[in-house]
């Protein structure tokens, strides 16, 4: 019925709003599909427009480059070239003159000797330019200024000395046209492995028979021009931050604006997002059509912001370099954040329309819906009231904020679980700690006091008290001893007493009234005034807990809690209950084992003597009559060696027999009775049980003694002794092994180790003997450390170490 009617009065009114809300819905989201789809067209129109500009730019500025180079190389080559004729027509010309001068007083050979000697030392162009002649009919060099070496060489020689045929190219041209230029690239004799590249010029002189030329070295001269180019070009700048760059095919660059990056590899540089965009540059010169565009982000001079950047670049073979131009394309960036802003004002605009619309008709909505429910409403008022007036005040869930009268017994049940579960998480937080508490003391290794002191902590922790105390009593419930106390953080008014450790049971405060009532008390209104009544708290509690401890029907122990912030109830009465009872098991644990060890030491010693005892009988009783026995014999022997023959023999095997007796009790009262270990030193005593061993069990056995046992404990002393002594005798008799270590060491600490080379045995099958019980016992006593390691066919090691008294 309630569910019926709210659902008629709100239906209308939530199905419309749906409606209108999922219409909203789907316009705004198909308007805002389309209009990012023309803001990205609109974007992308504009990048492919300023790609074009850019590139386009960029490309003609490596153009522009390019051509400046090869004009300033083909000026450089004429320049050159005009040159050498000018000199090639001097070297002519004083052939010529000197020729009319002498021709009727001299022979050819003087005349040719003459322009020699006035050719040779003419140098031009920083001395790169200098002048040669050579005989046609012979074929023979007559001057090369610049390499001597080859005047009076043929052709085959000079080609030999130089890789190229100067001769017959020179020869080529004068049979061709009488003069001209030709280039060669000449390898030096003096300089192996370097190639020179030269330009020449030569012209034929008939009267002598010659090929006169002048020759230029064009490497110096082409490097100067490829500098001079570099320098021009490195300070030349274009449209918005543009640049000239030069690398070589290698990836060396060699023309920068940034001085830094001369001389580094192109490869190695990065934008501003680590991309190795150099890298890309080096491929597009050098590989494939040899040219290309690169884009990357890059700062600009003083600029915090990366900005994108434009490259292209195109090889240029002729003198093994790519040449490039970059532009930063800002424009573009600041054309596309302009329209980006132009969207934004337009979306915003078409977004607070829609929004104006679609509220003018959700109102709209409101007002029709209004009037078909309003009647409705008025009936279903009266039953909403009355429901909610019959609500508890204690509710965790509002319910004036519940859309469905359907809601509000729900959430009753939903508070009153919450209320449950809070208390619950409490219980078990508090279940946890005291478990926490437990463990922690177990793993405690300090004094019973500390422990106290921890347990009370916690109590106090747990029941969330200002305040605290444990006190132990007496076996005839008469007296109480505080043995924790936890003072208050924030103190009430003092009371004019002081807290005592043990005090009777009429004087006992707090504590007697737990003991005399013989259950816990739970006071969450005190109203106590007295300062018997508070002991052992200083001030006067508003509330208090105090839960005293059984043991065998007797009170062994109260603790006692005060000012809580809330108040205290059963739980917490059966956690402090329930820690104090694990503690005191803890405690009785403690002691039990204290009085085993001392039951132990009290039993090693009370063997001590036993032992002592009976081998003093043997050595002092047994062995006495034994040897007076012995000697008995000795002189029946001597008797009957006069008398009687025949019993000579039995006689013998008698004396055998009693002297075998007289060295097995020896042995014997030396393993029980340690006097000579006392008298002789530990060292003596080792060493004769070596020769025991030795002899009982025919195995090596070995000893290496260090240090000094003067100073030790003649306790410690006999418990190493029988300790090495039960070790040696279980490796003998068990390991079967064919050597026995004994290694023993003394400074501040001692050292024990015996080891031998038998069989050996499973991990923890040393545990199930009497022997290891008996060295796990002494080396407790010493407070020693015992360890046995152990492995089938590897044999046995036993070590013993702990400090000396």
């Not at 309630?2 to 659902?7: A, G, Q, T, V």
């Not at 001097?90 to 003159?97: E, F, G, Q, R």
């Not at 819906?369 to 409705?376: C, G, N, Q, V």
């Not at 508003?542 to 006692?560: C, E, F, Q, S, T």
Request: net charge negative; with cysteine; glycine share 6%.
């Amino acid at each position: 019925m309630r569910k019926n009617r709210l659902s008629i009065t709100w239906a209308p009114f939530y199905a419309s709003l749906a409606v209108i809300s999922a219409l909203g819905l789907f316009i705004g989201i198909f308007w805002t599909i389309n209009e990012y789809q023309a803001y990205k067209e609109s974007i992308d129109n504009i990048i492919n427009n300023y790609n074009n500009q850019y590139q386009s730019r960029v490309r003609e500025e490596v153009n522009s480059a390019t051509d400046y180079i090869h004009y300033s190389l083909q000026e450089e080559l004429a320049q050159a070239e005009e040159d050498i004729r000018k000199r090639g027509q001097v070297a002519y010309t004083v052939a010529s003159h000197i020729y009319s001068l002498y021709k009727n007083e001299k022979d050819i050979a003087e005349l040719r000797k003459m322009v020699t000697e006035i050719l040779r030392p003419i140098r031009w162009n920083d001395g790169q330019g200098y002048y040669f002649a050579g005989r046609i009919d012979t074929g023979t060099m007559d001057l090369f200024a610049d390499e001597p070496i080859l005047e009076g060489k043929g052709s085959k020689e000079i080609i030999s000395l130089t890789g190229v045929d100067i001769m017959g190219m020179a020869q080529e041209i004068i049979q061709k046209k009488g003069a001209g230029l030709f280039s060669y690239d000449l390898l030096k004799p003096n300089y192996p492995g370097r190639i020179y590249f030269k330009r020449a010029f030569v012209k034929y002189f008939p009267p002598f028979d010659w090929f006169i030329g002048a020759g230029v070295y064009r490497n110096d001269s082409s490097y100067l021009v490829q500098d001079d180019a570099i320098k021009q070009l490195q300070n030349m700048t274009f449209g918005d931050g543009g640049e000239i760059f030069i690398f070589r095919f290698n990836g060396t660059i060699i023309c920068s604006r940034d001085e830094k990056l001369l001389g580094r590899s192109i490869t190695s540089l990065k934008d501003s997002k680590q991309h190795l965009y150099g890298e890309e540059l080096w491929r597009a010169g050098v590989e494939g059509a040899q040219e290309g565009f690169v884009t990357y982000s890059g700062y600009r001079k003083g600029g915090d912001l990366p900005r994108q950047k434009l490259s292209y670049v195109r090889a240029y073979p002729e003198l093994g370099w790519v040449i490039g131009a970059s532009s930063y394309m800002e424009e573009m960036e600041q054309a596309i954040a302009a329209e980006t802003e132009t969207y934004q004002r337009i979306s915003f605009r078409n977004v607070f329309m829609f929004i104006v619309l679609f509220v003018v008709a959700v109102i709209l909505l409101l007002f029709s819906t209004y009037f078909y429910s309003l009647k409705i409403q008025r009936g279903v008022q009266s039953f909403t009231n009355f429901f909610r007036g019959a609500a508890d005040s204690n509710e965790k869930v509002e319910q004036n904020e519940l859309e469905f009268i359907e809601f509000e017994d729900l959430a009753k049940l939903a508070n009153q679980m919450v209320d449950e579960r809070i208390q619950n998480e409490k219980l078990l937080h508090k279940d946890e700690l005291r478990l926490d508490t437990l463990l922690g003391l177990s793993m405690m290794d300090t004094s019973i006091q500390d422990k106290y002191d921890f347990i009370l902590e916690r109590i106090v922790q747990i029941t969330d008290s200002d305040q605290g105390y444990i006190a132990l009593v007496n076996e005839n419930q008469s007296y109480t001893t505080l043995c924790a106390y936890v003072a208050a953080k924030r103190q009430r008014p003092q009371l004019n007493n002081e807290i005592h450790l043990s005090a009777p049971i009429a004087e006992g405060g707090l504590m007697a009234r737990a003991v005399l009532k013989r259950d816990a008390i739970l006071d969450n209104n005190c109203r106590l005034i007295g300062a018997r009544d508070v002991y052992p708290y200083h001030a006067i509690p508003h509330r208090h807990l105090d839960v005293p401890v059984y043991n065998n029907g007797k009170i062994v122990m109260v603790a006692g809690v005060c000012n809580s912030s809330s108040k205290y109830n059963q739980s917490d009465i059966r956690q402090i209950k329930m820690l104090l009872e694990g503690m005191w098991m803890h405690v009785l644990k403690k002691c039990a084992e204290e009085e085993n060890s001392r039951l132990e030491k009290q039993i090693i010693s009370v063997s001590e003597e036993e032992r002592s005892a009976i081998g003093r009988d043997l050595h002092d009783d047994l062995c006495s009559h034994l040897t007076g026995v012995e000697l008995l014999s000795k002189v029946l022997h001597q008797k009957l060696e006069k008398e009687d023959s025949s019993q000579i023999k039995q006689i013998g095997t008698i004396r055998d027999l009693i002297r075998d007796a007289i060295d097995k009790t020896r042995r014997l009262s030396h393993g029980l009775y340690p006097v000579h270990i006392v008298e002789y030193g530990l060292k003596s005593a080792i060493e004769e049980l070596v020769v025991e061993v030795k002899n009982m069990f025919r195995v090596n056995c070995l000893l290496e003694f260090q240090g000094n046992t003067e100073e030790v404990n003649s306790e410690t002393v006999i418990h190493l002794h029988y300790a090495i002594r039960e070790a040696v005798f279980n490796a003998a008799r068990h390991g079967h092994p064919q050597n026995i270590y004994i290694d023993v060491r003394f400074d501040e600490n001692f050292f024990i180790q015996v080891r031998d080379d038998g069989c050996g045995f499973q991990e923890g099958h040393y545990r199930k003997g009497l022997g290891f019980y008996t060295m796990e016992y002494r080396a407790k006593m010493m407070g020693a450390q015992l360890n046995i390691n152990s492995e089938p066919n590897n044999g046995t090691t036993v070590t013993i170490s702990g400090m000396v008294d």
